[in-house]
């Protein structure tokens, strides 16, 4: 008996039924889809969140954080980084005698960028005190990290952490991640995920006591 041709469907009617619905938000998502493909290729980190995640995986392996002996109340393991002008900041140099927070955080992060304007702010509060502040970027080089702190006007201190040893040393498996160290050296707290202003206040009241200089 011959089939009816009404009677058949077909593999792409879905596709078409949705193209002749809303053919704009059809070609836009595919757009989307080739380009996300094509920039991944070359190798270009994407926020899948689009910013709308309260955190983000580093993307590190989780391996590399497996023997790290960072936790609350256990003293800070010291790292050595360098700045955007290629100075050497040894955190050895200043565990035990200021208290020390540690922002962990990377410019393609969508998170990091929610709370970058807090962040500014909290870092000009205690310009005047002897916290110490430190903004580690992981896995990027200098210049591109340089160019998102002009664009921002950016006035935290800025270490760079190309190979994440020191996400490594503080277990920082998602952007961001912030370390509050308080004066005996010990970590205080490690707080994964996006920090508001008033949360980031009273932490920092918390566990650093600030003390103007």
């Known amino acids: 008996m ?26 836009t998502a595919l757009v989307a889809t080739v380009i996300a493909i094509g920039l991944s290729i070359g190798g270009f980190q994407i926020d899948p969140t689009f910013g709308f995640a309260g955190s983000q995986s580093t ?24 700045d955007l002008a290629g100075l050497e900041f040894d955190l050895a140099a200043e565990i035990g005698r200021r208290p020390i ?13 929610a709370e970058a304007a807090d962040l500014e702010a909290m870092s000009r509060q205690l310009a005047d005190t002897d916290v110490v502040h430190l903004a580690i970027s992981l896995g990027e080089v200098g210049d591109v990290v340089r160019d998102y702190i002009d664009s921002g006007g950016y006035t ?58």
């Open 2 to 27: 011959p089939t009816n041709p009404q009677t058949v469907e077909r593999a792409d009617q879905p596709l078409v039924a949705a193209w002749r619905a809303a053919p704009v938000a059809v070609l």
């Open 59 to 82: 993307g590190g392996d989780p391996t590399d954080s497996a023997g790290s002996t960072a936790r609350a109340g256990r003293l800070a393991p010291p790292v050595a980084l360098s």
């Open 101 to 113: 927070w540690i922002t962990f955080w990377t410019t393609w992060c969508g998170p990091c960028r």
């Open 156 to 213: 935290w201190r800025t270490l760079l952490d190309p190979e994440r040893r020191a996400g490594a040393s503080y277990a920082a498996r998602v952007f961001p991640t912030h370390v509050f160290i308080d004066r005996d050296g010990l970590i205080a707290a490690i707080r994964p995920g996006v920090l508001n202003r008033i949360q980031m206040e009273a932490l920092v009241d918390q566990h650093l006591d600030p003390e103007a200089r």
